[in-house]
């Protein structure tokens, strides 16, 4: 009953669809069963009567042997064509029903996710968001299934029970000791089972890692030698893997072996007890054996089908563990006002420190963004200007202080309505393996053509564009394999333009160009200067010549601000960067 509880949370919404799969497998169960008894009356016709064919004398109903035989031939056909159908349709909403499982745990995996707290979210591995949001909502759907069907086989063999009191009612308690005999054997057996499963959940998410991080660096281990290494570390992923899901797997087809040397055992003492002690026909135990071998694999069904439910628990427990992770860091209540963002962005004394961190990231941070302006962000590693970026777009919220744009705190604006007004490009740039056109209007529910050509000519990317194989429809690889460093840039730049953006920010999206592309995307960033709000993230300092202000960051803090020229004049930390990087004549 427990497993039945934890399984029956996912299934609720499908529970219709759960009961009929059952209902099916007993309607299947009986007619199967009920096409067996009509053929009581034939035996009686060959064979003569035995303790079954009193059954159409209780009824009053006495025929002629012809009509009896075509009676008893045209009930079995029906019977057996209606066990046939009910018996597929049950199968196939045991399928639906994993299949609706599937979607609502992914979905609401999807939702909590997509609902956590960024600094929360960025602490789980990729291999588990993955195990999350493939395999975990797959393999509980497929316990979910496995669960009904296990229903459906025992709630058929209990109809084959009464199938059989009908013909033998001291024969059947010999049936049902021999079921709670396979039902002990089955409780022992589970335990096992979980134990392997358990190992098994833990493997797939280390898989799931491991694949990511080998894969994801190969160019380095195979630039340098290291594939040897890599096939050995996956081998022996690999066959742990193997041998921990053979032992989870080997109980079932040995308990069912089991099982069917006691049937072999059963039948035995049956034949045994019926012609040798009870003296009953030969016919009467032909057809109480048929439906002995009917109701035999029910049992062994829904035994395998427990053990397969149970198995795939383990999934539900890990996703379930996920679940209340996610949780428990839910985003706050976000705000509901529309942004207007007419004068400025301020920082007011904003302080932000991340999760378990020893100390913070920022700290005192007043920093006024008048609309329009460029404000270019710069210091060493750590120092603090990607967490204001990520508090800008709301991503993340400061731990004192606040941001407010025009006078309204953000923590009470819209975070839709604000984010859709901004443009992000950043040091890696987003590119699906899609058409460039597709890649520019990506979120956008409008799509205009003449539009996207203007982003892309403000770009500086029309002139490659078109020069492709298929133009804007050409298909360009994942991460946009196929286009040089600075032409995905410039696509993410037409991207972030396509939005119509108020404020635009630019996250190190010159820092991996060569000289040659970062000078084409500097001259596209001073093109947009004063048409759009811009916040420029930089390592080097080639771009942020143009800023309108300077904010140097170290230590948490704001150690400068000001304009290039200032900067240079005062000969301080900023001053001495620029120096180290050749920047100052």
């Known amino acids: 009953m427990h497993m039945f509880a934890r399984y ?5 919404q499908c529970k219709a669809l759960s009961w009929w799969t059952v209902i099916l497998a007993g309607i299947a169960a009986l007619a199967e069963g009920g096409a067996l008894v009509v053929l009581i009356p034939i035996f009686d016709i060959f064979s003569g009567p035995h303790s079954g064919s009193s059954i159409l004398q209780k009824f009053g109903w006495e025929p002629d042997n012809e009509t009896l035989l075509w009676a008893s031939i045209g009930a079995f056909v029906f019977l057996a064509f209606l066990a046939a159908v009910t018996r597929a349709l049950s199968e196939i909403l045991g399928m639906w029903v ?8 992914r979905q609401e995996m999807t939702d909590r996710l997509l609902g956590m707290e960024w600094s929360h979210f960025m602490r789980l591995r990729q291999g588990d968001i993955s195990k999350a949001m493939v395999m975990e909502g797959m393999q509980v759907g497929t316990g979910a299934m496995y669960l009904v069907s296990a229903a459906g086989s025992l709630f058929a063999a209990g109809c084959y029970l009464i199938i059989s009191f009908v013909m033998a009612p001291d024969l059947t308690f010999l049936a049902l000791a021999f079921g709670a005999l396979g ?25 799931g890692e491991k694949s990511a991080e080998l894969f994801g660096n190969l160019k380095y281990f195979r630039a340098t030698g290291g594939e040897q290494s890599l096939r050995a570390r996956a081998r022996e992923l690999f066959d742990g893997y193997g041998t921990t899901y053979l032992k989870s797997q080997i109980y079932a087809p040995a308990l069912r ?8 055992l059963f039948i035995a003492g049956f034949i045994f007890y019926h012609l040798g002690v009870k003296q009953g026909s030969v016919a009467g135990i032909i057809l109480f054996l048929a439906v002995f071998y ?16 149970r198995t795939y628990l383990t ?17 706050p209540p976000a705000g509901s006002f529309a942004p207007v963002f ?57 731990t004192d202080g606040r941001i407010t744009v025009d006078g309204t705190n953000l923590q009470e604006i819209s975070p839709t309505m604000w984010r859709q007004r901004i443009g992000l490009v950043m040091q890696e740039p987003l590119i699906l393996h899609s058409s460039v056109a597709a890649n520019v209007m990506m979120g956008s529910a409008v799509t205009d053509y003449d539009k996207l050509q203007r982003c892309l000519m403000q770009a500086d990317a029309w002139d490659f564009v078109v020069d492709l194989p298929d133009g804007i429809n050409t298909i360009v690889a994942e991460k946009g394999a196929r286009l040089s460093g600075g032409q995905r840039q410039r696509i993410a730049i037409a991207r972030a333009l396509y939005r119509d953006p108020e404020l635009l920010i630019l996250d190190e999206a010159t820092s991996a160009l060569d000289s040659h592309a970062e000078e084409r995307v ?3 960033i001073e093109r947009m200067k004063g048409s759009v709000t811009m916040v420029i993230v930089a390592h080097r300092l080639k771009t942020v010549r143009l800023a309108d202000q300077i904010v140097f960051l170290r230590d948490a803090g704001i150690v400068e601000q000001g304009t290039w020229n200032q900067l240079m004049d005062k000969q301080g930390a900023f001053y001495d960067l620029a120096k180290s990087q050749g920047a100052v004549s």
Not at 257 to 264: D, S
Not at 294 to 309: D, E, T, W
Request: with cysteine.
């Open 315 to 331: 999934w539900l427990d890990t996703y379930e563990e996920r679940l209340k992770l996610a949780e428990s860091h839910e985003l």
């Open 294 to 309: 009917r109701m035999v694999p029910r049992i062994l069904n829904g035994q395998s089908f427990l053990f397969q439910a």
């Open 257 to 264: 072996g089991g099982i069917e040397i006691l049937a072999a």
């Open 522 to 524: 500097q001259t596209v």
């Open 183 to 207: 039902g002990g054997v089955y409780v022992l057996g589970g335990r096992r089972v979980r134990k392997h499963a358990d190992q098994l959940s833990q493997m797939v998410g280390d898989i």
């Open 342 to 398: 007419e004068k400025s962005l301020r920082f007011e004394n904003v302080s932000f420190t991340y999760v378990d961190a020893p100390a913070a990231v920022l700290n005192g941070i007043d920093l006024d963004i008048k609309k329009g302006s460029c404000i270019a962000l710069v210091g060493p590693s750590g120092g603090g200007k990607t967490t204001l970026t990520d508090l800008l777009t709301g991503l993340a919220r400061p």
């Open 98 to 105: 994993k299949s609706r499982v599937e979607t609502a745990m």
């Open 8 to 12: 029956w949370r996912w299934m609720r």
